[in-house]
């Protein structure tokens, strides 16, 4: 009997932009510090995408170049781009579209994924299902963001928090038993009101009045969103370990989003997991929002071993939030 297909991850890619936006720097655009940011959010510095007229799509074209390159194979060769992203080049036009054309994955067909900071977790999700169906044999997923677009950085309570940039992974089918083994997804629009972009949208298009008002930037309920975010993440990424009897001792990494170094801290408490199990890199690019979860996976990607059991965990607006349970497919040569 032909063993089941399971959908493995088998190449990682990423890119951030060079301008490094430091709480230093931000103490003299807002009424903020450096010692209050560090000790709320775990967070040092971001990364910006300041050169006009590149938008969301050339951070996620480099990441994809970045990974064709490590894995050594042909744009050609992808069948299917997900494009996890909140942050589109523009409504309608699909920027993942875009992104295939550009690095001559032309036999491709790619969508956008819109899951706030879930868009990446709910994206592996989609490309898993399709490996694992046998359609296609390489599902290229990218997550990228170009959260400076949205934030106004007058505002101390968001600027401080966002960044810039942008991850891809490889899935293709694998027979070892490998990769996605498990899901919990959730959602709950109660968080509708929490965290958002007022304008713009079906319900208030733009007009002189919403960009007079600054209407077109992100508003974020911080300690609303910080409460669900704490009992939603830690919740479902207990609830996988306990379904697949999986004690602290069989983890060994946590990927979770990178939005809040607390809520990272209270996520690998609540799974028992000791602290060099936990995968940091918050304090370099901030909340990326869809390249939180890619980017974690190149900065650490050497630490992995074939077999490694890895939880992903992540929750974003709307609310969003789930837990996936992986197994690493390869050994990285250092």
């Not at 949205?150 to 490889?170: E, H, K, N, P, Q």
């Not at 789930?322 to 040569?333: F, R, V």
């Amino acid at each position: 009997m032909a063993n089941k297909i399971t959908a493995a991850i088998t190449a990682v890619g990423s890119y951030v932009p060079d301008y490094v936006l430091s709480n230093k720097v931000l103490e003299t655009m807002v009424d903020t510090n450096d010692e209050w940011i560090t000790t709320r959010t775990g967070i040092k510095e971001r990364r910006l995408l300041k050169e006009k007229g590149k938008g969301t799509s050339f951070l996620a074209i480099k990441a994809a170049q970045n990974l064709l390159e490590k894995r050594g194979i042909k744009a050609e060769e992808i069948d299917l781009i997900i494009m996890a992203t909140a942050t589109p080049d523009m409504p309608v036009a699909i920027t993942g579209v875009y992104v295939a054309t550009q690095i001559g994955a032309v036999n491709a067909f790619a969508f956008d994924l819109q899951a706030a900071c879930s868009s990446f977790l709910f994206g592996m999700s989609v490309a898993a299902t399709y490996i694992e169906s046998g359609r296609y044999k390489k599902v290229l997923l990218i997550g990228a963001d170009k959260m400076s677009s949205i934030i106004d950085y007058t505002d101390r309570a968001t600027c401080i928090i966002f960044g810039d940039g942008a991850g891809a992974v490889l899935f293709e089918p694998n027979e070892e038993g490998l990769g996605f083994q498990d899901e919990i997804l959730r959602s709950d629009g109660i968080g509708r009101e929490y965290l958002k972009i007022d304008a713009g949208g079906s319900i208030l298009p733009a007009s002189e009045d919403t960009v007079k008002n600054n209407q077109h930037f992100v508003f974020q309920d911080g300690k609303t969103v910080f409460k669900y975010a704490v009992s939603g993440m830690a919740d479902v990424s207990e609830k996988i370990m306990q379904r697949n009897h999986l004690s602290h001792d069989d983890v060994q990494w946590l990927v979770a989003h990178q939005a809040n170094l607390r809520i990272i801290d209270a996520t690998a408490n609540r799974m028992g997991l000791d602290q060099s199990k936990v995968l940091v890199n918050i304090e370099k690019y901030g909340n990326t929002t869809s390249a939180t979860l890619p980017l974690v996976l190149c900065d650490f990607e050497k630490n992995f071993k074939k077999g490694d059991n890895l939880i992903f965990a992540a929750f974003g607006g709307g609310f969003t939030w789930g837990a996936i349970y992986l197994k690493w497919a390869y050994n990285t040569e250092n």
